[in-house]
């Protein structure tokens, strides 16, 4: 009788066709059957959900202006669950520990920021590349060949030397993929997993090299307390005072705890439009640790730890 | 009773022995007893009846000895001796061990016991430097922060993010005077300004007319004297200023500037009944300063 059944329905468009309630489409051991009736109930479904638009749109249009208004879409970002630790613009607190932690040197224009770049021992070429490509980036920055030196004697010698902070490009499989910034006095460090790394040369439609003038920078989404130290940890690398004239930005955009950074030439064709060439490295970090003091691993008091299991709970908690 | 040659005969040469790895060139022997590794006839401890090895246990040295007298006794047949950690000590110790053993096993001995001194010499050294740690990765979990990484790259928007930023603070203020657009945005904000409050205005400067009707009658009287006429215009401009901050309050210190430089650009594509009325004023300024040169021509 299944047999039967199957015919004609072949013959002629599954039009006036409604499954029994019962049914189910994994029942059918024959797999050519059981395709046949699912790519069908697919179809129905499908076929059901336009109708439903078009009433609703019907509805909306009948109703005029006395139409509900449209419902936004709901996004991770609107779900996000809330963080006690949302940095409230006036908090007093906060502006107070901003006024005296590691980067209240900087803030009050008392440092100007010098970076030491380099990598873990025997870089390959990619790498060495992008160290390159950074340091034109960021004005004042130096590479240095990391010859098998150990960090901890690094840095004293670095504070000798007026430097403000230390970024360490770590390696793996002949591509960058760790990042250890540490700010020098005394200052936090910072463990970062480097993604996506694109330098200048894959970037399509870039523009010329970035030169010698001091980037803007425009820093998104550091909303939490930890996302607002990360924020100024950025914003410490590059001088106080954007020299316009260059006309180039460097953008670090946090969304959904990754943090996008790009270089681009912005020119204002006028007060509405403003167009923006990429030039520059671009490469995506994501925190993995924060922690008190200049980089010690063993001993080192740690603020923050990226945690899997924390945010394998829910999926729309972030950190940053 | 042990034969070794029969043993040898048959491991060595015929049939299977489960310690031999054979390659291209040459055999070696798995046995962690056997003093250099190669499968030979000297160096075989299944093959050899008297046999002495050099083993390290945790950075100690031991000196293993074999004798025929215990081959029947498996559990006690070899025969340990801890070497001193002193290397000439630790030879003479083997050779006093070993004395009247064939020359091979002596030799070999100390070759080993050299060798592994060497290496832990080396292992001591490394330790010190710095260590490198190998974190495992799960493919599973790397796959899913790529794919969320771009998820967060299509939902971040990057581009209108950016633009968006850079126009606001344009709008700010933060650029100062190196772009001539923001002139546009705030006489649009002007026009709002001016039609909300236009009957106000009118009002005022019906006020401002009459007071400037008298001004300029007072200027008429007094052309001849220059510098008082100096005088008229610093006044002039002084409440020129004056006003023009009074009614706008909301405009930039740009635009209280460009009326002081007369005809600017900056004036021309400003509409409302404002400026009208200034422009008049403007113009009999202009009058006036025509009338003393031509007398100063005569003279």
Partial sequence: ?320 | MQHDDVIWDVIGNRAFCSFKVKTKVQNFCRNEYNITGLCNRSSCPLANSQYATIREEKGQCFLYMKVIERAAFPARMWEKVKLSKNYEKALEQIDQNLIYWPRFIRHKCKQRFTKITQYLIRIRKLTLKRQRKLVPLSRKVEAREKRKEEKALIAAQLDNAIEKELLERLKQGTYGDIYNFPIHAFDKALEHQDEESETDSEEEEDDEDVGKKEFVAEDEIEESDLSDFEDMDNLKAGSDEHEESSEEDESEEEMEEEPEASGSKGKMPLKGAVFRKKRAYVEIEYEQEMEPVPKSKAT
């Fill in chain 1, 1 to 320: 009788c299944g047999g039967g059944e199957e015919q004609p329905e072949h013959v002629d468009a599954p039009a006036e066709f409604s499954f029994p309630p019962t049914f189910s489409v994994s029942e059918i051991k024959n797999k050519q059957r059981r395709h046949l009736m699912f790519m069908k109930l697919k179809q129905e479904k499908r076929k059901q959900k336009v109708a439903m638009k078009k009433k609703k749109k019907k509805e909306r249009d009948a109703l005029g202006d006395k139409a509900p208004p449209k419902e936004v879409p709901k996004t991770i970002e609107n779900q996000r669950v809330y963080d006690e630790t949302t940095v409230n613009p006036e908090d007093e607190e906060v502006a107070f520990d901003e006024g005296t932690d590691e980067f209240s040197a900087y803030f009050n224009r008392l440092t100007n920021p010098k970076v030491l770049i380099t990598t873990s021992d025997r870089p390959r070429g990619r790498t060495v590349r992008f160290c390159n490509q950074l340091a034109t980036v960021i004005p004042d920055a130096h590479v240095y060949y990391r010859r098998g030196l150990a960090l901890k004697k690094v840095i004293p010698q670095c504070i000798a030397r007026g430097f403000t902070y230390l970024m360490v490009i770590n390696e793996d499989r002949k591509v960058p993929n760790g990042m250890v910034l540490c700010h020098l006095p005394d200052g936090p460090t910072a463990h970062f997993k480097v993604s996506s790394v694109r330098l200048r040369k894959e970037m399509k439609r870039r523009g010329k090299d970035p030169t010698e003038h001091s980037p803007e920078v425009i820093l998104n989404n550091f909303t939490t307390r930890l996302g607002h130290s990360m924020g100024r940890l950025f914003a410490a690398l590059f001088p106080h005072d954007p020299q316009f004239v260059g006309r180039q930005v460097a953008t670090f955009h946090n969304q959904r705890d990754f943090i996008f950074f790009r270089f681009h030439r912005y020119i204002f064709k006028n007060e509405k439009r403003v167009g923006i060439q990429e030039l520059g490295p671009r490469f995506t970090l994501k925190l993995r640790s924060l922690q008190k003091g200049t980089f010690d691993s063993k001993f080192g008091e740690y603020e923050w730890v990226l945690k899997r299991h924390e945010n394998d709970v829910c999926r729309r908690r972030f950190n940053l």
